[in-house]
């Protein structure tokens, strides 16, 4: 039997919630028995949840006592019927210390999976002390996260090969380079010093800062787009793709070192099989904003 691990959803609907799908694909994929927790839904449950005390309906807890309930219950149920050897806790910005404190205390090896390196890590490295291992998706800031946890690795970005592949050709998305992403300051400064002359680009993502900047002034070339649009098409349809989200790939390449670092915290072998995830509790929600 392989590894178990439990993978915690991040709770956002956007890019951190491929990054969970892709790391419980790629742990799947080599072999780990995965559980899958829909923590999202119970976030989701408890800070929507309101009560009438007599003057109208008024918030049930407060917001922070939402996320702990929502942490104690998903968390603690998955962990005490599934018991896996591996947590893993995608971004965590909801999950409290308490609750990692709780999990290494009951023999759980624990990973912080970051994904919000270099912009977050201020608030990440504040966590970083609390896990038996920390993930980054940006090494800028290793050093200072070594620190705080000796058992801090950097993996990559990777790509899943069953969604980004070449596809239908699409005049309406075509372009000679094409970037997913956020405009984040630093990228709007490199971008704006680039010689852009006779090449069709399109950004895509949430790139409302570069509105008055010179990116707004190319919008022939530059399609500033911060509304969802068709990824897989204009992946697809563009010379140069180049992705700024992280994704864990299947490809064994990839995954592997991931899965060679969980295997090796819980003293287990390399597995050559997969197995199949817990079953989620909560019915439907609503997707966070």
Same mark, same amino acid.
Do not use: W
């Given at each position: 039997m392989g590894l178990k691990v439990l993978v915690c959803h991040p709770g956002p609907q956007y890019s951190v919630a491929d990054v969970h799908?892709?790391?419980v694909k790629g742990l799947r994929d080599n072999g780990c028995e995965v559980g899958d927790l829909n923590l999202? *839904?119970?976030?989701?449950? #408890?800070? =929507?949840? &309101? /009560?009438? *005390? $007599? @003057?109208g309906l008024e918030r049930f807890v407060s917001y922070e006592d939402a996320c702990r309930m929502a942490c104690d219950y998903a968390i603690d149920h998955a962990c005490y019927t599934f018991w896996p050897d591996v947590v893993i806790i995608v971004s965590g910005f909801f999950v409290p210390p308490e609750k990692y *404190? %709780? %999990? *290494? =205390? &009951? $023999?759980?090896? %624990?990973?912080l999976w970051c994904t919000e390196s270099p912009y977050e890590d201020d608030r990440q490295l504040a966590m =970083?002390?609390?896990?038996?291992? /920390?993930? %980054?998706n940006d090494p800028q800031n290793i050093n200072e996260f070594k620190q705080k946890n000796r058992r801090t690795f950097y993996i990559p970005h990777s790509y899943d090969p069953d969604?980004? &592949?070449? $596809?239908? #050709?699409?005049q309406?998305? =075509?372009?000679? #380079?094409?970037f997913v992403g956020t405009g984040y300051p630093s990228r709007m400064e #490199?971008?704006? @010093? /680039?010689d852009w002359d006779g090449i069709d680009v399109a950004l895509a993502g949430n790139w409302k800062e570069a509105a008055g900047t010179p990116l707004e002034e190319m919008a022939v070339l530059i399609r500033l787009n911060a509304r969802s649009v068709d990824f897989e098409?204009?992946?697809?349809?563009a010379e140069i793709p180049f992705q700024g989200a992280a994704l864990l790939s299947r490809d064994a390449a990839v995954s592997r070192p991931l899965v060679s670092i969980m295997y090796n915290a819980a003293g287990t072998p390399l597995p050559e099989t997969s197995a199949t995830a817990i079953p989620s509790r909560p019915s439907g929600r609503g997707k966070k904003s």
């Open positions: 799908s892709k790391i999202d *839904r119970y976030l989701d449950f #408890f800070c =929507a949840s &309101h /009560v009438d *005390r $007599g @003057n *404190r %709780l %999990l *290494r =205390a &009951h $023999g759980h090896h %624990l990973v =970083a002390q609390f896990a038996d291992t /920390v993930i %980054l969604i980004h &592949h070449p $596809g239908p #050709f699409s309406e998305h =075509a372009s000679d #380079f094409f #490199f971008f704006e @010093n /680039v098409e204009a992946f697809s349809d």
